[in-house]
């Protein structure tokens, strides 16, 4: 499957400690500070898909309140396959698998931000 979409990225920057920015088919910009990616974990525990409780973070929240340094950190990043990547936390969270349309989903620039107040994600 090689199926290219305008959503699909056209350069991602990779840094462990300051976080992933992605450049977008579409001319589309994103940048993900490592706290925010962390709370976004899209894997089964930090959501409760298995209708368990949620486990999520509020490392992003901490950051808000320099006297709560974060300390999260991206241990390694790998690709999985060409549409998602792996992140291992040096937390030992590693079971998100951030897919690349999961990650134009939770852009958290300000435009993208204000259309999802508007139309919530289902
Ligand atoms: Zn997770
Ligand atoms: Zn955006």
Redesign the pocket.
């Given at each position: 499957m090689n199926v290219q979409t305008e959503l699909d990225p056209e350069h991602i920057a990779i840094s462990k400690s300051s976080g992933i920015k992605i450049d977008w088919r579409d001319g589309?910009?994103?940048d993900y500070t490592l706290a925010y990616l962390r709370d976004e974990c899209p894997c089964a525990t930090c959501t409760g898909a298995h209708g368990t409780q949620p486990q999520k973070t509020n490392y992003f929240k901490q950051e808000l309140f320099p006297m709560y340094k974060p300390s999260i950190k991206m241990n390694s990043v790998e690709e999985v396959g060409q549409y998602a990547v792996r992140i291992h936390w040096n937390d030992g969270h590693s079971t998100g698998i951030y897919s690349f349309d999961h990650l134009?989903k939770i852009?958290?620039?300000?435009?993208?931000?204000a259309?999802r107040e508007t139309e919530p994600l289902a």
């Open positions: 589309h910009h994103s134009r852009c958290p620039c300000p435009v993208c931000r259309k």
